[in-house]
């Protein structure tokens, strides 16, 4: 049975009420080409880069995967000369559901933290579902951060303090990056920051059904999202985990990890989980949820209350993070 | 609607955005949202800082456009569009939007469904405005009522007990109760202001305020003087209320300046300007006359009064006269 489920913040409440028609809670199979197309990608991506000059922005053309075509990684330094040390970087994978996005989306976030932190900013661009299925972009992704931990010096990094950080598409791609470098022995994440992360394809969470038609990126939404990237075998007992991080067997040996969720979004019950898998480990984890919050509500409306305390939540863990 | 990432920011002044406008505070309304969030609301939809003051129940609350909040030592300014809590009430919510002859449509908008929102929400969690219940104000000014009624009808009203309050005593309407340390909505129309006292010496605030009541005047040609009078200021003044009782039979002076106003129709604001004024000159620059056509008409009152207007004791009968004559009025 159904339970009702937990009301919206009322700020946020408000908010859905103006961007409900630029983005709505389901998305099918036959939308998504509508969708790339529509307001809601483009302003998202229609960000000053520079943060009013404090940035640098180059867009980079690096290797893919082996036998894959070269991918574009966005990188923001601060314009200002770096001190003694190299910068920590922040290595921004974006959401969209798997399907959407390119490597402007959502990156305001991270150029924020960036400001605040003196770091460098490099944003990757994967390959699409359902165009690409799994596993074009975890390698996309694997291959971006390889390159960056290698030419990391080239813009003032340091390859040694490398946070992986994305929101959705992107909490799951970076948590599947931080199970993939710990097993290929692959460049070494100190910190994964795990924003309402999409990490479960099996889509069945007692949150993924009291959801359904609600808020932003439904459990409706969140089945295309799957089947895009896995096609029939999304749900099947062989998905594997850097397809969908929930399914790892072994959470241990993973880099300090900050997750959040919204109380009310179709993706809370799996974060909450995956949280509490990290510690039954021993790992180190940070989780919020924030109560009353739909899917990515601090990048659908940065000035609520909530948004504002779960920013400064963000914030306030890489600042620790870092000055270890 | 011109939407970052379909985020809240300014709106276009078109009817969709107007619309928008309106279903966002019937969701803040419906979802119980508080103040702040209906000031952030305000302030995000119109793209400018907004800010709420409502000095009767000492509420303030200013919100930048990025939704942080940041008070301001800058007092509203006028210009600014604005909206009232009450019908014909003071401004109480603002949107900082400088240089702009009338308020957008879509300013209007944002004000109205606001401040209606947020009179909801102040009923509901600040207890209503002081003047808007007779009966707990009757109480806290009723100095025969046990003093555990009275400080209980004050906090009923939203009074801090601990501060200071003042009475205002309109011409037409219900005594009112203020924390006295605000000033930023001066009284309009005619009222005495009473003395700023604890909570429970307001009967005196009001018996005081109700005294400087009866020392103002229209501000007409026919009964000029201020309209808000402060009690703290009439010193000995105050006495003459003992003595003067309205609609009893006047004053021999008040006789002459009745007597002399009805042959002469100018009397009245220039001798109220002679007796207000620092010297002659400044009175003939109230009364926009010129210097010589003021002696002229001083001499002709002096005629018509029978007493001298240019020395000091003649000027202090003047302004007892006219004094007088507002206490037989009111």
Redesign the interface.
């Known amino acids: 049975m159904t339970q009702a489920p937990p009301p919206f913040d009322p700020e946020l409440a408000a908010a859905l009420e103006l961007i409900k028609d630029v983005i709505s809670p389901g998305l099918t199979m036959d939308e998504i080409a509508d969708v790339r197309q529509g307001a809601g990608i483009q302003m998202l991506a229609d960000l000053d880069l520079t943060v009013d000059g404090f940035f640098e922005v180059e867009d980079r053309a690096v290797p893919g995967p082996e036998g894959a075509p070269e991918i574009s990684l966005l990188i923001c330094r601060p314009a200002a000369p770096a001190g003694a040390e190299s910068r920590p970087v922040i290595y921004h994978v974006h959401g969209g559901g798997l399907i959407l996005g390119n490597n402007r989306v959502g990156v305001d976030v991270a150029l924020a933290w960036a400001k605040e932190l003196d770091a460098v900013v490099v944003s990757v661009e994967y390959r699409l579902a359902p165009e690409h299925p799994y596993p074009a972009q975890i390698e996309d992704v694997y291959a971006g951060l390889e390159w960056t931990a290698k030419h990391a010096g080239e813009f003032g990094g340091d390859p040694q303090r490398i946070v992986v950080a994305g929101a959705s598409a992107g909490g799951g791609l970076s948590a599947a990056l931080a199970l993939l470098t710990r097993d290929r022995g692959g460049p070494e994440l100190i910190g994964q920051v795990l924003l309402c992360p999409m990490l479960d394809d099996r889509n069945d969470t007692p949150s993924s059904h009291q959801m359904a038609g609600l808020g932003v990126w439904d459990r409706t939404a969140n089945e295309t999202g799957w089947t895009a990237l896995l096609g029939e075998r999304w749900g099947r007992p062989d998905v594997p985990a850097y397809a969908a991080p929930a399914r790892a067997g072994d959470l241990s040996g993973l880099p300090p990890a900050f997750l959040d969720v919204g109380s009310a979004e179709t993706f809370r019950d799996e974060v909450v989980a995956y949280a509490s898998r990290i510690w039954q480990v021993g790992g180190v984890a940070e989780l919020h949820v924030w109560p009353g919050g739909f899917h990515g509500f601090d990048g659908f409306a940065p000035q609520a209350a909530l948004s504002q305390v779960c920013r400064a939540a963000q914030l306030a863990w890489l600042r620790r993070l870092l000055s270890q | ?1 011109k ?6 920011t300014a709106l276009d002044p078109d009817a969709g955005a107007a619309v ?1 406008v309106i ?6 309304a ?5 103040l ?2 209906l000031v ?2 305000a302030a ?1 939809l119109a793209g400018v800082p907004a800010r709420l003051m409502d000095a009767d129940r000492r509420v303030h609350v200013r919100v930048e ?4 909040r940041r008070e301001s030592d800058l007092p509203p300014d006028p210009a600014w569009p604005s909206a009232p809590l009450t019908p014909d009430g003071a401004p109480a919510l603002w949107l900082e939007r400088d240089g702009q002859a009338e308020p957008s449509v879509v300013d209007a908008v944002i004000l109205e469904r606001a401040a209606g929102v947020i009179r909801l929400v102040l009923d509901r969690t600040r207890g209503r405005a002081p003047a808007d219940d007779p009966a707990l104000v009757e109480t806290v000014l009723d100095g025969t009522a046990p003093e555990a009624a009275r400080l209980h009808a004050a906090r009923g009203l939203g009074l801090d007990l601990a501060a200071p309050a003042r009475v205002l005593a309109p011409l037409d309407g219900r005594p009112r109760i203020v924390p006295a340390h605000l000033d930023a909505e001066p009284p309009v129309g005619r009222v005495g202001v009473g003395p700023a006292v604890a909570v429970l010496d307001l009967p005196r605030s009001w018996s005081e305020a109700r005294v400087a009541l009866r020392f103002t005047a229209e501000g007409t040609a026919q009964d000029p003087g201020p309209g808000v009078v402060h009690a703290d200021e009439l010193g000995g003044i105050a006495l003459l209320a003992g003595l003067v009782a309205p609609g009893a039979e006047p004053p021999p002076d008040v006789q002459a300046l009745e007597s002399a106003a009805a042959a002469a129709p100018w009397l009245l604001a220039t001798l109220h300007a002679v007796a207000s004024t620092v010297s002659l000159r400044a009175a003939a620059a109230e009364i926009t006359v010129h210097h010589s056509t003021l002696q002229e008409r001083l001499t002709h009152a002096e005629h018509l009064l029978g007493w001298p207007l240019r020395t000091p004791q003649g000027r202090f009968r003047l302004g007892l006269a006219l004094t007088m004559r507002r206490l037989t009025r009111t």
């Open positions: 609607m939407e970052l990432a379909g985020r809240l928008r279903a966002y505070f019937d969701r803040l419906e979802s119980r949202a508080g702040e969030a952030r609301g995000v456009t990025d939704g942080t």
